[in-house]
């Protein structure tokens, strides 16, 4: 999940694998000076450029730990991976 204060609105993002490399994705949001009234979004927004590198960061590190070369998977090492 990312939860990002951006310019317009808080943004949350939830997203999770399926299939071992299937990314499914959710976009909420909540107006800037009320974070609890989260709504579902209905449009066809993703995610802003900032929110795209923490993206490409889980997908990279996804590719090189869990689906493993191979078909050797580390699952440890994938939780223990972070984007500094």
Not at 48 to 70: M, P, Q, R, S, Y
């Amino acid at each position: 999940m990312i939860i990002h204060r951006g310019t317009l609105r808080n943004w949350f993002l939830l997203d999770w694998w399926e299939h071992e490399d299937i990314l499914c994705h959710k976009l909420f949001s909540s107006p800037l000076n009320d974070m609890a009234s989260i709504t579902a979004e209905d449009s066809a927004a993703t995610a802003c450029v900032h929110e795209l590198k923490i993206i490409n960061f889980e997908t990279e590190v996804w590719i090189d730990t869990a689906l493993g070369k191979d078909g050797d998977r580390d699952f440890s090492n994938y939780l223990d991976q972070t984007l500094t």
